[in-house]
């Protein structure tokens, strides 16, 4: 995947590896405007493994398709003067299914999948254990969308130290960075 911007296709599967990859997505609606962001997401084989919507509301809300109810966000968004914002979904699946969003390099959202995080589905693990291989996008429902991209993974390494010899990580550093021993 390309981590140029595309214009946001609609009502075409579109290959994205979620699992792999960060999903960036822009927009430019006001808080309050009730525009969506909305995604499905699919296997390579085209079986649901879960969706997502944002809605621009006041306050900003979410749900999680196969999972649970819609939301306000537990953290407050950044402000933005211009409304144009980028919102960044990743999902992990080091420690159970998680999924993180951050918007314009906030997080506003760490959503661990559970019994107890998706009470009205009693199936949520079928979907959200399935590995997204294509998103799709309605121009029925996604009207806040303007483009996405495929995001750079922020890999993380220790900073080295030196004990007996053997150089070993201890503090988080950003990648790019360097340290001479």
Do not use: H
């Not at 214009?7 to 999903?23: H, S």
């Not at 402000?79 to 998680?98: H, L, Q």
């Not at 199936?123 to 996008?137: A, D, G, H, P, V």
């Not at 007996?164 to 021993?181: A, E, H, M, R």
């Amino acid at each position: 995947v390309s981590t140029q911007s595309t214009g946001a296709t609609r009502d075409k599967r579109m290959d994205f590896d979620l699992d792999a990859t960060p999903l960036e997505l822009k927009t430019d609606s006001a808080i309050g405007s009730g525009e969506k962001v909305n995604l499905w997401f699919y296997t390579e084989s085209g079986l649901g493994s879960g969706g997502l919507s944002i809605t621009i509301a006041s306050p900003p809300r979410y749900f999680v398709q196969n999972c649970d109810q819609i939301r306000d966000f537990p953290n407050d968004l950044p402000t933005s003067t211009d409304n144009n914002r980028v919102w960044r979904v990743t999902m992990t699946r080091t420690s159970g299914v998680r999924m993180l969003i951050q918007c314009d390099g906030v997080e506003v959202l760490n959503f661990l999948f559970s019994d107890s995080t998706c009470p009205r589905e009693a199936e949520w693990e079928k979907f959200w254990s399935r590995q997204t291989k294509k998103i799709f996008m309605s121009s029925r429902f996604d009207t806040a969308t303007d483009f996405y991209r495929a995001g750079k993974l922020e890999l993380k390494c220790g900073a080295p130290t030196v004990k007996d010899g053997k150089v070993s990580p201890s503090t988080d550093i950003s990648t790019g960075s360097s340290y001479t021993v």
